[in-house]
């Protein structure tokens, strides 16, 4: 690393030393929801201890692992579903209904 480089990564990071070694800190912020999005429905029509069915917007009915979902809204009727999951349950359904 030249200096500039060097001197922006001891901005965001720095290392402590512990009791359990020496381990990275860093000014970066998690964001437990970045690959998530906002998902609108009118109803559960069923739930079991593992999934919903959740009829959408569309008229869609879709079942969805309560594993992927995040933050309940059940007075706006949100939640927060993984994307590149929900994506793949919609690509299945797509693919069941032209057949």
């Known amino acids: 690393m030249n200096f500039h ?24 912020k998690v964001d437990r929801l970045y690959y998530h999005m906002l ?4 109803d559960i029509l069923q ?3 593992k999934s919903v069915l959740l ?5 869609v009915k879709l079942w969805v692992p ?3 979902c995040r933050e309940w809204n059940y007075d706006r009727k949100t939640v ?7 994506r793949k349950i919609i690509a299945t359904h797509e693919a069941k209904a032209n057949n």
């Open 5 to 28: 480089e060097d001197q922006a990564y001891n901005d965001y990071a720095r290392y402590e030393e512990g009791e359990h070694g020496t381990r990275l800190e860093t000014k970066f």
């Open 39 to 42: 998902v609108t429905y009118k």
């Open 47 to 49: 739930e079991t201890e």
């Open 55 to 59: 009829d959408l917007m569309n008229d």
């Open 66 to 68: 309560k594993k992927i």
């Open 80 to 86: 927060q579903v993984h994307c590149s999951t929900l």
